[in-house]
């Protein structure tokens, strides 16, 4: 189950995106290279890109995400890889951002056990409205913490997920707001696709 499909379970239990999250545990990892030290990728329909650190391994259509990207191993203590994750979702009609943000929020805190909001706020990311949120979970013996932005446009919403380990999400913090940042609905030239 991927993030999205949490965000969409505002009445029944659901479930964190839990297989990214121990996905990324096997595969552990951390480097924190600026976003704009990186490589612009497209999305594979073509529709959205953004910049991705060069060291971090980054995958299109993964696991239930547009784009995945996962930061490469600081050594063998490390049992987590930080990731960056984009997940569009068709809307069945028209539903605005608020509606969207509050139903987010009501499946978070229905489907994530110990869901803590920490922050939260608006922007624009490719001149569309945004909201963003940071909060934090546990799994077993790991806490977790993650930047969501949540945002709408046409009849599609987009939900961009960095997460971290939480004694490690300062120290990335300003990585994940800057690759959020770097999302663009047009296509870039000299763009570079992750193989799938």
């Known amino acids: 189950m991927n993030i999205q499909q949490v965000l969409d379970a505002p009445r029944k239990k659901a479930f964190i995106p839990i297989a990214l999250i121990f996905l990324a545990a096997y595969l552990a990892g951390c480097s924190v290279p600026p976003a704009d030290e ?5 999305s594979s329909d073509g529709k959205f890109s ?3 650190p060069f060291t971090w391994e980054t995958k299109l259509d993964f696991m239930g995400t547009a784009i995945a990207s996962l930061s490469p191993s600081e050594g063998p203590n ?3 890889k930080e990731n960056v994750n984009v997940a569009v979702k068709l809307l069945p009609g028209r539903v605005s951002l608020e509606q969207k943000y509050q139903d987010a929020l009501m499946g978070l805190s229905r489907g994530v056990e110990d869901f803590m909001e920490l922050e939260n706020g608006t922007t624009r990311l490719s001149g569309v409205e945004a909201r963003w949120l940071i909060y934090s979970f546990p ?3 790991l806490h977790f913490q993650v930047l969501m932005y949540l945002f709408v446009k046409g009849n599609e919403s987009f939900v961009i997920t960095s997460t971290a380990i939480q004694e490690k999400f300062p120290q ?3 990585t994940f707001f800057k690759i959020a940042n770097s999302f663009r609905f047009e296509k870039p030239k ?3 696709t992750a193989p799938k």
């Not at 990186?38 to 497209?42: D, E, H, P």
């Open 38 to 42: 990186g490589k612009r990728f497209i």
């Open 50 to 52: 953004m910049t991705l």
């Open 78 to 80: 490390d049992n987590f």
């Open 139 to 141: 799994v077993e013996n």
């Open 172 to 174: 990335y913090r300003d």
């Open 190 to 192: 000299n763009t570079v």
